[in-house]
């Protein structure tokens, strides 16, 4: 499979569907969630509504690795046999304090080798008339090499969702809300945003 063939993973950046969050859960403890260790973690996880109004198939939170999906998307996913995922229970709760029993929260235990940004497109933008020119790189070279095939997976080094073709598609066909895809070769980052280490 070549490397156009994969695609970034994530919500949108509208308003309009409902966010979720939980004040509880620190940093580390949201990194083992997006990787799928619950070692240190009370199940079901706890979230509220903090904006928005529409229920859609991916609920935004402010840790943008950690996915709240629908059962609706979820069992797409299940019955055509993706691979990469890991499911763990939630319990959502409204501003009216109501329960809401849509959803599900899917880990990523895919995996694939370090970006590799020697590769990139390298080029300068400046933000604002008279400021700073900023290095950026297009591209996301991910290891291929060491892909272990799965349709949804994060590169060694971060907690950065790939999905294959195949998942992409799942999604159009279905009319999933609230997903953004984009093709890995065509994600830029500034120089300052590109991952120095890492404990996974």
């Known amino acids: 499979m070549s490397i156009e063939s994969f695609y970034s993973f994530g919500s949108t950046f509208s308003r309009q569907p409902v966010s979720i969050k939980n004040d509880k859960l620190n940093w580390d403890r949201y990194c083992e969630l997006v990787i799928g260790n619950y070692n240190n973690i009370t ?10 109004k529409r229920w859609s198939d991916l609920l935004p939170h402010p840790s943008v690795s950690v996915c709240i999906i629908s059962k609706k998307f979820y069992k797409i996913l299940e ?6 995922l890991r499911t763990f229970p939630v319990c959502i709760i409204d501003k ?35 400021g700073p020119m900023i290095k950026h790189y297009k591209g996301m070279h991910i290891g291929l ?25 799942l999604i159009k066909i279905n009319k999933i809300s609230n997903i953004s895809l984009k ?5 830029e980052k500034p120089e300052y ?3 120095k280490t890492s404990k996974f």
């Open 43 to 52: 199940l079901p996880v706890t979230f509220k509504q903090t904006s928005g």
């Open 79 to 84: 019955e055509k046999s993706v691979t990469g």
């Open 96 to 130: 009216q304090e109501r329960d809401i029993n849509d959803y599900i929260g899917i880990s990523i235990i895919g995996k694939c080798g370090k970006i590799d940004y020697s590769k990139s497109e390298v080029y300068e933008k400046q933000y604002v008339p008279e």
């Open 145 to 169: 090499d060491t892909w272990d095939g799965s349709d949804f997976f994060i590169p060694v080094g971060t907690l950065s969702i790939i999905v294959t073709e195949r998942v992409k598609s």
């Open 183 to 187: 093709n890995i070769l065509d994600i």
């Open 193 to 195: 945003a590109l991952p």
